[in-house]
Every structure is written in structure tokens, then in C-alpha cells.
């Protein structure tokens, strides 16, 4: 079948700021983009970054009008720009993590009747919810919530390995609890609750669609060991409703990523001129999104280099801790997605960056690229150097859960005879000692998750991509390597900003086009072409070099301990 006239898939990402949509054919290649900018295109709903913030209860939250309003806008864009929808086969997609909707029995039923000749919002948003908001995943509200699901099965530790993640202020069960306590009769008006990604799937499909079967796992409601929603959990979240009102409520999961949910919605057939036939696939989270937007293999690891730092990893291993995050893999059954979020990213970096002598060219990285890459591992000249160990903090951060501070350290070079460095060191060696320190936390945290990826080799990743801005920076890439591993190399991958939207179209792509039997990694890394996406940046794994990190390892996690001591006792 020639390009003029096969199949194309439809990928979108609802995120806090934009909603993006791009156009793909079977063998990957993308044809047509475009986007609605929240605050640039709808900027007449009063948000700000595409969210409200209540800065007295930490609320944040955005209007879902604005929502529908930007998937009408968006697929005008994309039809001006000469989009033959009619050969749009599949649609999948990707929604900002842990964010609900809360439609009434209204909206469920107008979800089936929507007429072309109006917009989504003029037909949906002053009758089809019982809560005009959806809260948004930087939502700090919801402490108290945290506290009791927290406690709800024993301990912390418990509720990290029924539902893969301790409690989370933006986790979708504590936010659920909140609103039943808060505001009952918005609960006991709702029908239905979507996560984000369902809500966008059900625009789609003319009914309300199941969870995802990795997004639902934002929740802490879904046990993800016995694959059924956690009773327990379900019950102190609805309160005196009871079990029953909430498990409604939610509906069902699906457990297969891929296949189709049913036929797209004549709204769309009727206004943009998609095929009656054109199937609606599962759409997922924005976290599960990216680890789609390549063919990663079980070892391979993606590290997001942006304001903050996000590390991903396929693994078959489910070993969950109260530190991280676990999620089912959106699409292959019997891998798990690893997460681990820390605030302390590029801005933290930036820092340092600035109180090193001003760059003297148009680079602003380029001194401290120079400096970090002049400094030896550790800011040990010789074996006989102490070692330094920091941790950076200028916002709290989550990993370990410590407020802002810088803490410096030394060691021997087999991590013995720690000690705290009273007068610092040189502002010189924070160039290198900050990055140091964000790699050996991602090394620290996923040394359990990892095997050796080739014979001769210890356990470590086996391909590591950066994404984000960061990304770009040669000293990370060198010192992620050297810190990390990664016997294939350390990557850059370029997908333009799109990770999450181009993860949702492969994922349509697959979801339709497999055979019996093949999985997301067989057919799209069949018809992946790495050259256009992906530039090899560091060599990776350095036997020496990676050791020497390795016999600090533990002691760098001591100097967490003690600072985490240090915070009990100023409680």
C-alpha cells in the first residue's frame, strides 16, 4: 500500500499546559503535528501555566471545559493543515498522571448523542459533571488523606507493595477521599470517575472508556499483585458511602493495552470526516507514555533531564519500595515500569552553574561543563583524597523526603571514615559533586531492578537515553556513564517534545496492526528507526571508574540516613 493512501494513527497528550496531537503512518513517520497552548489559546478560563493554585489548602486544579474546548481546537488545526482523517485507523493517547473527572449520569448519557454542528463544550461542560475540576498531579492538598491511606494496611511499606506506590498527595485515592469529605455532594452526584487518559479515551469512544492498566496504578486503589481494586482502600476512600459506591463509580480496567475498545464516536465521523471504522486503543498516562515513544527493552533506561528529574526503566522485576514508584507496563504483560521523581533537577544544577565565574560564550553551560569534566571522579586526584559526597536540595525534596539544604561529606575511598565537611570544599567541585549525587541516588535506588546485561559485565542498565534539556549538556552524559553504567552507552534521544504524544500513536499503531501474539517491542522496534531519533553520547559503562562509584555507594546512602535522622529529630 503506497504512503498517499495507508493507514495513519493519532496520538495525543493531554498535559498540564497543552493538549498535542500528532499524526503517524505504520512505518513511524510523522506527518502532521499540532497543539492547543492552555494559557497562549484559552487563556479566557482565568489559569495560569493551565492550572488554578489555592494557595491556602495547596489545592491545584484545572477547568475541564478548557479541555474540551482544546480537542476541538486542536483537530481544526490539524484539519487546516490538510489531515486526511479519513484514513485515521487508530487513536490512543496519553493524559497528565493521577488527575480525575467526575461526570454525572447526564454526561454519561450525552457522551452517546453529541451532535456535530456544536463543540464538545458547548454540548458537555454545563451539564455533564458533578465537579467542574479536575485536581492536578501538583496538588498538595490532600496530606491528611496521605496520612490514612498511609496507615490504612499497617505501614508505608505495605501500601508500596499492594499498590506500588506509598501515599502520594496527587495520587488519584487520597484526591477521591478529599472530595467525599469535603464535598459529598459532588461524590454522591457523580456517575462515573475517569482518570485523565480515560476521559480523553471516552471523547473518543462516545462512552465512558475502562482504566489503563498502568495508568490506574497512580491511584493507590488498584492491588497490583491480584490485579483487582484493593477493598480496604476502595472503602476508606468512599467513607460512609461504602465499597460498592466507589467500585460504580469506577468501573472496570482493561487488562490489554492494545486491541480496541470499540469504533470512534460519530461526533468525529460526522464533524472531521474520521472513518466509521477508525478504532479507539486504550490510552495511557503521560510516565507510561514515554517509555513508548521507543522500543525499550527490559535493562534499558530512560533518565528526563528537565526542571526535574524523572528516571524509567522496563524491568520484569516488581520489587516496590515506599522511595519509588511501580506501575504495570502499559502494554506487555509480565514488565513492570520503575519510576522515581525527584523536584531537584536542572534548577538545582543551575545553581551551581551560577556560582561558578560567568561563561564567555553564548553557552552559559560551558564553564561548567569544563569544570565538572576537569574534576576526577569523587574530586579525587589521587586514591589517597577524601572523597566528596553532597546532596543539593533547593526545593524539599521527595527521594529521600528531606527539606531544602546543601549537605557536604567526605570519605575514604572505600567509603569509610565518613565525616561531614565543616568548611566545604571549593565551589569548584560542586560542578561535578551535584551531578554525582543526582546519578548515585537513580544507581542507589535501582540496584535491585538490575542484571548484568551481558556476560562479564556487573548488574547495571543495559542502554540509557536522556531526554530534556539536560539532555544537551556533554558533562552529564559523561558523568552519567561513568556514575550509571549502561554497557551499550549512554543516548540522546530527540523526539522533539512529543515523547508522550509519538508514545500514544506507536501505541495505536501497535494496539491495531500486531499479530497474535507480538508484542509493542517486536513491532515497533521492527519498524523504529534509531538513526532519527537517537545520537550515542558517552561510552557508558567503565569498569574502573563505575567500581569506584560502587564503593561509595552505601556510604552514600548513609549520608542520607543521617540527614533523614537529623529531620526526625527537628520534628
Known amino acids: 500500500m503506497s504512503a498517499q493512501n495507508g493507514p495513519l494513527y493519532l496520538g495525543f497528550d493531554l498535559s498540564t499546559q497543552q493538549l498535542k496531537a500528532i499524526v503517524i503512518t505504520s512505518d513511524l513517520k510523522v506527518l502532521y503535528e499540532a497543539k492547543t497552548d492552555f494559557d497562549a489559546d484559552l487563556s479566557k478560563y482565568g489559569i495560569k501555566k493551565g492550572v488554578f493554585v489555592k494557595e491556602e489548602t ?46 454525572n449520569k447526564t454526561g454519561e448519557e450525552l457522551l452517546g448523542k453529541l451532535t456535530p454542528e456544536e463543540t464538545l463544550v458547548d ?49 488519584t ?16 452526584a457523580t456517575s462515573r470517575i475517569t482518570l485523565v487518559s480515560s476521559f480523553l479515551a471516552s471523547l473518543f469512544l462516545g462512552r465512558i472508556a475502562p482504566f489503563d492498566i498502568s495508568d490506574v496504578c497512580g491511584m493507590n486503589l488498584w492491588d497490583i499483585n491480584a490485579g483487582t481494586w484493593s477493598e480496604p482502600l476502595l472503602k476508606l476512600a468512599a467513607g460512609e458511602d461504602g465499597l460498592e459506591s466507589l467500585k460504580q463509580k469506577l468501573g472496570t480496567v482493561r487488562e490489554d493495552g492494545g486491541g480496541s475498545m470499540g469504533p470512534i464516536s460519530a461526533y468525529f465521523v460526522q464533524r472531521y470526516g474520521f472513518p466509521s471504522d477508525c478504532s479507539i486503543a486504550p490510552f495511557t498516562g503521560d510516565n507510561p507514555a514515554t517509555i513508548l515513544s521507543l522500543p525499550l527493552r527490559p535493562l534499558d533506561a530512560i533518565v528526563s533531564l528537565g526542571t526535574s528529574t524523572t528516571f524509567l526503566m522496563s524491568t520484569p522485576k516488581y520489587v516496590p519500595d515506599p522511595a519509588y514508584h511501580f506501575f504495570n507496563h502499559p502494554t506487555t504483560a509480565g514488565l513492570y515500569m520503575f519510576m522515581l521523581c525527584y523536584k531537584n533537577g536542572g534548577l538545582a544544577r543551575e545553581k551551581i552553574r551560577d556560582s561558578l565565574p560567568k561563561s564567555t560564550t553564548s553557552d552559559s553551560w560551558s564553564n561548567f561543563n569544563e569544570t565538572a569534566l576537569a574534576t576526577p571522579p569523587l574530586g579525587q586526584k589521587t586514591p589517597s583524597d577524601p572523597a566528596k559526597l553532597g546532596l543539593f536540595f533547593p526545593l524539599p ?50 540496584q535491585k531492578l538490575v542484571h548484568s546485561p551481558v556476560d562479564g559485565a556487573p548488574p547495571q542498565p543495559r542502554r540509557i537515553y536522556l531526554v530534556g534539556g539536560g539532555s544537551l549538556n556533554p558533562a552529564i552524559a559523561r558523568i552519567v556513564g561513568d556514575v550509571l553504567g549502561g554497557v551499550e552507552g549512554v543516548w540522546k534521544l530527540d523526539v522533539g517534545g512529543n515523547a508522550c504524544a509519538l508514545g500514544g500513536a506507536y501505541k495505536a499503531v501497535w494496539a491495531i496492526e500486531r499479530k497474535e501474539g507480538q508484542s509493542f517491542e517486536e513491532l ?19 569498569a574502573d571508574i563505575w567500581a569506584k562509584y560502587g564503593n561509595v555507594l552505601s556510604t552514600f546512602e548513609e549520608v542520607e540516613e543521617k540527614i533523614l535522622a537529623g529531620e526526625e529529630r527537628d520534628k
Open 524 to 542: 515497533i522496534g521492527e519498524r523504529w528507526k534509531a538513526s532519527e531519533a537517537i545520537e550515542k553520547v558517552d561510552e557508558g559503562y567503565r
Open 397 to 446: 525534596e521527595i527521594v529521600p523526603n528531606v527539606r531544602s539544604g546543601t549537605w557536604r561529606y567526605t570519605c575514604a575511598s572505600d567509603g569509610s571514615k565518613l565525616e561531614e565537611s565543616k568548611n566545604g570544599w571549593p565551589s569548584e567541585a560542586d560542578a561535578r559533586a551535584i551531578v554525582e549525587s543526582q546519578i548515585l541516588s537513580l544507581r542507589l535506588r535501582s
Open 58 to 103: 495547596r489545592a491545584v486544579y484545572a477547568p475541564v471545559a478548557m479541555w474540551l474546548e482544546a480537542v476541538d481546537i486542536v483537530l481544526q488545526r490539524l484539519k487546516d493543515k490538510g489531515t486526511p482523517f479519513r484514513r485515521i485507523k487508530g487513536i490512543s493517547g496519553a493524559g497528565q498522571q493521577h488527575g480525575s473527572v467526575y461526570w
Open 173 to 188: 485515592g487520597p484526591q477521591i477521599m478529599r472530595m467525599h469529605e469535603h464535598h459529598p455532594d459532588v461524590y454522591r
Open 123 to 171: 454540548q458537555l461542560a454545563k451539564t455533564a459533571f458533578a465537579h467542574p475540576f479536575s485536581p492536578n498531579w501538583q496538588d498538595g492538598s490532600t496530606q491528611k488523606e496521605c496520612d490514612k491511606f498511609d496507615a490504612e494496611l499497617g505501614s508505608v511499606d505495605e501500601l508500596a507493595q499492594i499498590t506500588g506506590s506509598k501515599a502520594h498527595h496527587r495520587f
